[in-house]
């Protein structure tokens, strides 16, 4: 071949190259953050939000509609049991250490997990399923998250759908179709679009797999008018649970408010959409929530601004789950995850590092173990949450400013990390401490 033909070839390939991954760039993930980049064609955005503009509508109409009547009567909606059994959740990550990754599970005594399954993954489906069957023990949610090619391809979409339920079914009975649906960046533009491709898992459940048990509709945020319109609508569907990505990372502490809700109102109001809605059980799981920790660029999903050092993680994650918990209305929460350089209780960046979070996780699992809530309350600035099973009753006290008990008697305690205290002057600050009566 000349010189001058291999040069043509060899621009022919590149021109080929560059149109291809022209054609796939809006949409590219970023493997250290665990997210897709975000989308920086504007023109290709409004075009599409243009093209479904129509369910645009119809979000701003039915959330002008419903929300007002479930603000009205949330406070009216009774709370449920939880108990602690399955509450505290985790996702893991196929390719985040899985072997260390069953040490840690084990040493957490996780029993509830949950593990992500991209669809444009479908050449490794075998390796997930060994990964899965590690933990069939395990109540494990599959997160199915969406990429355009399926978001567009309903026959492609209902094919490899197919292929999961048949490959998982012996080991999870519980599917989450779709993440995020509220971020461009993830595939979606309308909440339309993502009913259209609920109704293809739906339509297969019922026709095929009446086992399998489907969560939806994963909005991230406190960005309800989204939830509702994939709540109240016309499509033949229904959601076994609700699933949302309930961050509240942007307001700092999860006590902070935003329009006026805290994260328990926050729940609260989710779950009156739910018990509202005619497409829904009223069941909810937090399915993904975490802060972003400093210095950690490029792992953290966020930029530096919204991060938070490693105490503060510790106690946002653990007062999270409490506040959760103390809502008595969502049945599990699920941190994400477990091992990340930029979020997670591990990481994994020079050898595995046990963040603070680690041991403040592990102690808030064993201490809650099995547990109702008696009782939740807020008084004088001071947070007290007191849950009990058959051997003991745990109070739990935390506060936003420091400030100091004086018992009558020496009060034996666990701090945040496990590590056991008698003191009769006892410090209540920003991390919580465990106050253990046995039965």
């Known amino acids: 071949m000349t010189s001058a033909l291999q040069l043509f070839v060899l621009f022919l390939y590149l021109g080929m190259f560059h149109y291809n991954f022209k054609m796939k760039a809006p949409f590219i993930w970023d493997y250290n953050s665990d997210q897709p980049y975000q989308l920086k064609d504007r023109s290709f955005k409004k075009a599409m939000r243009k093209k479904e503009s129509i369910s645009l509508l119809s979000t701003i109409f039915s959330s002008l509609l419903i929300l007002p009547i479930a603000i009205l009567l949330q406070s009216f909606i009774p709370k449920r049991t939880i108990i602690t059994d399955d509450f505290f959740g985790m996702s893991i990550n196929l390719d985040k250490e899985p072997e260390a990754t069953k040490k840690l599970v084990d040493e957490l005594e996780l029993t509830t997990l949950l593990i992500r399954f991209p669809l444009w993954e479908m050449t490794r489906l075998d390796e997930y399923i060994e990964f899965v069957k590690v933990y069939k023990d395990k109540k494990i949610v599959l997160n199915v998250m969406q990429d355009r090619e399926h978001v567009e391809d309903h026959t492609l979409l209902k094919r490899d759908l197919e292929k999961l339920f048949s490959a998982f079914g012996p ?191 592990k102690t808030m699992h064993t201490l809650l173990k099995n547990m109702a809530l008696l009782s939740f309350e807020q008084k004088n600035a001071i947070y007290t949450l007191v849950a009990k099973n058959n051997t003991q009753t745990t109070t739990v006290k935390w506060s936003l400013d420091l400030q100091t008990i004086t018992y009558n008697t020496p009060q034996n305690y666990v701090d945040r990390d496990g590590e056991s205290h008698l003191e009769q002057r006892v410090a209540i600050g920003p991390s919580p401490i465990y106050i253990i009566e046995e039965s």
């Open 171 to 361: 080991y999870i009975d519980s599917f989450q179709i779709g993440s995020t649906i509220n971020r461009a960046k993830w595939g979606f533009f309308s909440v339309q679009e993502y009913l259209r491709f609920y109704t293809v898992a739906y339509e297969l459940k019922k026709k095929n797999f009446s086992n399998v048990k489907l969560l939806g509709p994963s909005v991230i945020d406190f960005e309800y008018h989204f939830s509702v319109h994939a709540l109240f609508n016309f499509f033949k569907i229904k959601y076994d649970t609700i699933s949302a990505l309930l961050y509240v990372d942007r307001r700092g502490a999860p006590e902070n408010t935003q329009m006026g809700y805290d994260l328990i109102k926050k729940i609260d109001l989710l779950d009156t959409l739910a018990f509202l809605s005619p497409k829904a059980q009223q069941k909810l799981y937090i399915t993904e929530t975490n802060w972003p920790i400093s210095n950690t660029a490029p792992f953290a999903p966020t930029s530096e601004y919204e991060c938070i050092d490693e105490e503060s993680y510790a106690n946002f994650m653990v007062r999270y789950y409490l506040l959760a918990f103390a809502s008595q209305k969502a049945e599990r929460v699920y941190w994400h995850q477990l091992i990340a350089p930029g979020y997670g209780l591990i990481d994994n960046r020079e050898g595995l590092h046990k963040r603070s979070a680690f041991s403040a996780f």
